[in-house]
């Protein structure tokens, strides 16, 4: 018997070293893989219902169709699985229904990896530290709010504390803030922007952290990061050196990816002066470019494996008829 071989997606905008190490990992395990680009999703009620990926070109669109037709998009529900590499930056309608197009995929049934509800919990740093913290695990003080006043109580309260942005950053934007005046300023920008005030407590730590790659129920592979000052995202320039991970690290990692829901993640942990271990935050879409360089795992064959585990375990649940 001719065994028919997985299809599976990858959903990304750019991004081209980790769709090919997770392209060149998924078609080593016999899958048919095929690159999809997240900004070019489509949601169509008629015919039938289907979320797929426009493939018509510019020019082509400009071209009207005799018959009023229009080009189907790829289709993603007749995926195998789809796995979520890069969702972009983007307005509000356009990050909304690009999430919104992931529920409707999970929802008839094809595996996303992540999942979007993960997703969610961990682009958004709030929601994440909420459910850090309704989880028992330890994470630094933080505060979320729309008001100006209640930025300015928030670090007058902690006194020494780091401002980001909520949704994403890869350390791009984040601010230290140990002075009134500096706190005053930097609310008041963030303010005529219209955004929400993420204030979370400085932790002594050093110049160093951890970044834990979790997939399924293992801790795959840790990096220590070292930076020049307190910032450690090797985006904003640390380097990733080998760690071996202590037991109470790998459990607080496990813990923590567990709280938002993910099937793989990157864990950020960080051992402050005073001794304590803690979960700074956890990224749903972990980029392991950096982390790569430091074992001899393959961390695209780690997901890949995941992905596989994923559509066994589906396999295994659907009724035999």
């Given amino acids: 018997m001719t065994m028919v071989a997985r299809r599976i997606g990858i959903l990304a905008s750019g991004d081209t070293w980790h769709v090919g190490a997770l392209e060149r990992a998924l078609a080593a395990h016999g899958c048919a893989v095929t690159r999809l680009d997240a900004k070019r999703l489509v949601s169509r009620t008629h015919p039938s219902p289907s979320v797929g ?27 195998d699985a789809l796995v979520v590499r890069f969702i972009p930056g983007g307005s509000l309608d356009q990050v909304v229904f690009r999430i919104d197009a992931l529920h409707l995929i999970a929802d008839r049934g094809v595996p ?27 994470t630094p003080r933080t505060v979320a709010a729309e008001s100006f006043a209640d930025a300015m109580e928030a670090f007058q309260a902690m006194g020494d504390a780091v401002v980001k942005p909520l949704l994403g950053s890869g350390g ?6 140990s002075d009134v005046d ?3 300023r930097t609310f008041r920008a ?23 790659f979790i997939a399924g129920d ?18 904003a320039g640390a380097r990733a050196l080998p760690h071996r991970l202590l037991p109470e690290e790998e459990e607080l990692a496990l813990r923590a990816c567990r709280a938002v829901g993910a099937d793989y993640a990157g864990v950020d942990l960080l051992r ?7 979960v700074v935050e956890v990224n749903g879409i972990p980029g392991w470019s950096a982390l790569q360089k430091t074992t001899d795992i393959d961390l695209a064959s780690e997901v890949a494996r995941l992905v596989l585990a994923r559509l066994a375990g589906r396999h295994a649940a659907a009724p035999h008829l």
């Fill in 272 to 278: 402050a002066e005073d001794g304590r271990l803690l």
């Fill in 53 to 79: 990926v426009g493939t018509t070109s510019s020019a082509e669109a400009e071209r009207p169709a005799v018959d009023g037709s229009f080009a189907a998009p790829q289709p993603l529900d007749d995926l």
């Fill in 182 to 184: 500096l706190a005053y």
């Fill in 218 to 235: 293992r801790a795959v592979a840790a990096a220590q990061r070292v930076g020049d000052g307190w910032k450690t995202n090797v985006a």
């Fill in 112 to 138: 996303v990896i992540n999942a979007p509800r993960a997703l969610e919990r961990t682009v958004d740093k709030h929601w994440c530290s909420q459910l850090l913290v309704d989880a028992g695990v330890p």
């Fill in 190 to 212: 963030l303010e005529m922007q219209r955004a929400v005030f993420y204030v979370q407590e400085f932790v002594a730590h050093g110049r160093s952290d951890l970044r834990v």
């Fill in 172 to 177: 791009r934007g984040i601010v230290r803030v």
